[in-house]
């Protein structure tokens, strides 16, 4: 009889990679079997912080622990060759987010993962943020979806722009909020630090008739992770940060009318836990994830329009970088 409780390690223990490390050691049904990471400094720390054997490659972690699963936590362009190479061993994978640098690179995994009868989970964390998985039970007809993520710079991330880093979180939100294909996309964006995008607007419009507006940027003093959803009869703001959600409607009587403001109470988590212990339930019990590899390629071929409209357009809209 197969184990409940899965032998699990990560590829990738920096800024994000240890925390899927501290998250499987904190996990009943999963047992954190070691880490790999290509600095070897750092997968030793790592390693030694959480009692478990640390490597410097991926396959040495496969060869000498041999997981039932693994996160891949490592940089976006590494994703599609580093996710391949555990699939082709007949491991589980979890990747994060951006899935991959093309499309056509997540359609080669999916079809791997379906071959070899595997689990491919995408690490779009936010699904698993409370605030999202309530709204994502009570949203029904959004007529208008408005999306702020902004923030200080941080000079950790300076592989990607904006777009990969941070829209795409807000593009798969979207898209799963709502259920029709996309009819237009007009996007700016602006390089202020770094060679990539810093700060970028998106407008989707999409062929039910839903509109959406989504701006990020990593150059703003304020910080903020917020949506807003316009419905027939009500507006629902969703604050990311503090995973919480209100609900102004208007009650109309004979003399005018009345905003009422709630405020749903729901059981809060670490959207990380949830997300390690959902890709570890679907492992155990071989079901599709709530992220997929399709939910991953979508979000993705959406961002790499907005970015070839910054960068590209014909319109001279790119993106203006120093």
């Given amino acids: 009889m197969e184990s409940a409780i899965k032998r699990v390690g990560v590829i990738g223990v920096g800024h994000l990679g240890q925390h899927h490390a501290r998250v499987y050691t904190e996990l009943l ?29 991926m396959e040495e972690l496969i060869d000498r622990q041999a997981p039932d699963a693994v996160s891949i936590v490592v940089p976006t362009s590494l994703h599609y060759d580093v996710a391949k190479r555990a699939m082709e061993a007949g491991i589980h994978v979890l990747i994060e987010k951006p899935v991959t640098t093309r499309p056509d690179e997540a359609e080669d995994l ?22 999202v998985r309530y709204i994502s039970q009570t949203v029904h007809t959004p007529i208008y979806l408005e999306s702020k993520r902004i923030g200080p710079f941080s000079p ?50 999409f062929e039910n008739g839903v509109m959406a507006h989504i701006l990020v940027s990593r150059v703003s003093e304020k910080r903020q992770r917020q949506l807003d959803i316009m419905e027939p009869q009500r507006h629902i703001s969703v604050n990311y940060e503090t995973q919480t959600v209100q609900i102004s409607r208007c009650v109309r009587d004979g003399g005018g009318q009345t905003e009422i403001l709630e405020t749903p109470i729901f059981p809060k988590s670490e959207p990380l836990k949830l997300e390690l212990a959902h890709f570890i339930s679907c492992v155990r019990e071989r079901r599709q994830p709530l992220v997929g590899i399709r939910d991953g390629k979508r979000a993705l071929e959406v961002a790499i329009e907005v970015l070839r409209q910054i960068h590209d357009s014909p319109e001279g809209r790119g993106a203006v970088c120093a």
């Avoid at 964006?189 to 770094?194: D, I, K, M, P, S």
């Fill in 29 to 57: 049904d999963a047992r954190l079997v070691g880490v790999a990471d290509r600095d070897e400094g750092r997968s030793r720390m790592i390693g030694d912080n959480l009692g478990v054997p640390a490597y410097s490659t």
């Fill in 110 to 131: 999916l079809k791997l993962a379906a071959r070899n009868d595997l689990v491919l989970q995408v690490g779009h964390i936010e699904r698993f943020n409370s605030a």
């Fill in 156 to 205: 950790r991330i300076n592989d990607v722009g904006v777009v990969l880093d941070l829209m795409i979180h807000d593009i798969d939100i979207i898209l799963s909020l709502v259920p029709s294909p996309i009819a237009r996309i007009a996007a700016t964006g602006r390089c202020v630090h770094t060679d990539h995008e810093d700060i970028a607007d998106a407008q989707i419009a």
